[in-house]
């Protein structure tokens, strides 16, 4: 019997939408559990935030996967379609459905350089490919998907409330607390 994989249809890129975005680590294994895998996570977040200049709304660092929810920055994505028609880059054709991957390609590289080169595991495969995607189209949506992610550590009984979980951006979010976190999220008009 043969298995049928389906595709998954691709990231698409739509100017003004904000994404719930998910990247699992390769066999579930818990790298963010060690609480030094973390930082990693959370500079790299704020280092692709600032070079493909999306704005990040919220965050949180499970075990095993990340969530986070960004908006996508029209100039960046235009820069983007630029820069591959002008080279004649393999994105050329169809950046819409590329630039998002682009983005998650180049920090899942990056954040498993440096969590394999800590681990001194190379080479280190740390992420399944690919990554999961949700576009949100309204302010009820962008709540829900908020509330989504920083109800991730509850649900995994990691912790009581959401409050007690020290990887994520409700204690900004919702509780107006900036003072020694690790990443500040940004705002948007919605």
């Given at each position: 019997?043969?298995?049928?994989?389906t595709?998954?249809?691709?990231?698409?890129?739509?100017?003004?939408?904000?994404?719930?975005?998910?990247?699992?680590?390769?066999?579930?294994?818990?790298?963010?559990?060690?609480?030094?895998?973390?930082?990693?996570?959370?500079?790299?977040?704020d280092?692709?935030?600032?070079?493909?200049?999306?704005?990040?709304?919220?965050?949180?660092?499970?075990?095993?996967?990340?969530?986070?929810i960004?908006?996508?920055?029209?100039?960046?994505?235009?820069r983007?379609?630029?820069?591959?028609?002008?080279?004649?880059?393999k994105?050329?054709?169809?950046?819409?459905?590329?630039?998002?991957?682009?983005?998650?390609?180049?920090?899942?590289?990056?954040?498993s350089h440096?969590?394999?080169?800590?681990?001194?595991?190379?080479?280190?495969?740390?992420?399944?490919?690919?990554?999961?995607?949700?576009?949100?189209?309204?302010?009820d949506?962008?709540?829900?998907?908020?509330?989504?992610?920083?109800?991730?550590?509850?649900?995994?009984?990691?912790?009581?409330?959401?409050?007690?979980?020290?990887?994520?951006?409700?204690?900004?979010?919702?509780?107006?607390?900036?003072?020694?976190?690790?990443?500040?999220m940004?705002?948007?008009?919605?």
């Open positions: 019997m043969t298995k049928h994989r595709r998954r249809p691709p990231h698409i890129y739509e100017p003004g939408i904000c994404y719930l975005v998910t990247t699992n680590t390769a066999h579930d294994e818990p790298f963010f559990v060690d609480r030094a895998n973390t930082p990693v996570v959370c500079a790299d977040l280092f692709y935030r600032r070079k493909f200049d999306f704005k990040l709304i919220a965050h949180v660092i499970m075990p095993n996967h990340i969530h986070f960004m908006l996508p920055s029209e100039a960046d994505f235009e983007f379609k630029q820069d591959q028609t002008a080279q004649g880059g994105y050329a054709g169809a950046p819409e459905e590329y630039y998002l991957s682009k983005i998650m390609e180049d920090m899942k590289k990056h954040i440096e969590v394999g080169s800590r681990l001194h595991r190379h080479p280190f495969h740390m992420w399944l490919p690919g990554f999961f995607d949700r576009p949100i189209f309204d302010r949506g962008l709540r829900r998907a908020v509330d989504y992610v920083h109800d991730n550590p509850v649900k995994a009984k990691l912790v009581g409330e959401s409050a007690d979980y020290p990887f994520s951006s409700y204690r900004q979010l919702v509780l107006g607390q900036l003072d020694g976190l690790p990443l500040v940004d705002t948007i008009d919605w």
